[in-house]
């Protein structure tokens, strides 16, 4: 029994660890809050925690910058923009553009480590998803349904932003709808 638990737990171990060593990098260009522009190989990763990592070159060193320092980051699959959530700098991708854009920023959720053979287990729990929608350079931060009483005040021109808003269906999700018929009321 305690062979099969060894096997399980060695083959887990070499299961995480082989995608952990197999990073992507692609072309991008890191816009920085000076207004420089790097232009160079990006990790790929769904959601940036504290730094983007990156290479001038295929063959050169990982650098890393601050996502403090970044204005947007711009990778072939996305375009990110920094927002700043109570007192943290977090890189929110792009979902909808225009005189208004949704941005949305998924939040990794750890669960406690749990003590397994001497090893401590790490389990994720799904993403919690944290949306901001930007208008004027100003960005009205929507973690819960709740929340969206606060952007009312942009909407209050546009019928049909409205009417989503206030359908008794709507959900989060639906904030793209909302934000597409808030462009399409500013032209």
Do not use: W
């Not at 099969?4 to 083959?11: H, R």
């Not at 359908?167 to 808030?182: E, G, M, S």
């Amino acid at each position: 029994m305690k062979a099969l638990v060894l096997i399980l737990v060695v083959s887990t171990c070499i299961a995480f660890r082989i995608p952990a060593q197999s990073v992507s990098f692609e072309k991008g260009q890191i816009i920085t809050k000076n207004r420089d522009t790097i232009h160079a190989l990006i990790e790929l990763t769904p959601t940036y925690i504290k730094f983007v990592s990156y290479k001038v070159k295929a063959d050169a060193p990982v650098q890393k910058i601050r996502i403090s320092e970044i204005r947007s980051l711009v990778t072939p699959f996305n375009v990110f923009q920094n927002v700043r959530v109570n007192k943290a700098e977090l890189l929110f991708r792009s979902v909808v553009n225009g005189n208004s854009s949704l941005l949305e920023y998924s939040e990794i959720n750890m669960n406690a480590g749990h003590n397994v053979n001497g090893s401590t287990m790490t389990y994720y729990g799904p993403p919690t998803l944290i949306y901001s929608i930007r208008t004027n350079e100003k960005d009205c931060i929507i973690k819960k349904k709740k929340d969206t009483d606060q952007i009312l005040p942009l909407l209050q021109n546009c019928q049909e932003a409205l009417a989503i808003v206030n359908n008794k269906k709507f959900n989060l999700q639906d904030l793209q709808k909302v934000v597409t018929a808030l462009n399409k009321c500013k032209q």
